[in-house]
């Protein structure tokens, strides 16, 4: 069993940057797939971003391509979503995922998830 805890969410401007990190307990980080979805009022949670255990395959969300970067450190346990050019509509509660069937946009493809983490941008 993964359990995920995310930091590093906030308030910035748009065009401005976060980075958020998702700490996974046990030794068997590495064998997850991990995932960053993402959750606006009223809104259905969507996909933003994918990355492989062993950190060779990446995967996004067409919205956030060019501006999100994600990458995990296996040594560490870590995950990041490194978020630069901001925009209003990337407000949201950002949650990580774990998961073993694969790297994929679909929720159902992850099974452990962090209580998530607040982003606001402000226009």
């Known amino acids: 069993q993964v359990q995920l805890l995310e930091s590093g969410g906030g308030l910035v401007q748009a065009g401005g940057s976060l980075r958020l990190s998702c700490a996974a307990s046990g030794r068997t980080f590495i064998t997850y797939n991990m995932g960053w979805f993402r959750q606006a009022p009223g809104k259905e949670r969507e996909f933003v971003a994918a990355i492989s255990q062993s950190t060779d395959s990446t995967y996004y969300q067409d919205s956030v391509k060019g501006r999100f970067t994600i990458s995990r450190g296996n040594a560490k346990n870590t995950m990041y979503l490194q978020m630069n050019s901001l925009k209003p509509e990337d407000t949201a509660v950002y949650y990580c995922?774990?998961?073993?069937?694969?790297?994929?946009?679909?929720?159902?493809?992850?099974?452990?998830w962090g209580q998530g983490t607040q982003v606001t941008v402000s226009s």
């Open positions: 995922a774990a998961g073993q069937s694969g790297i994929g946009n679909r929720r159902n493809e992850y099974d452990y």
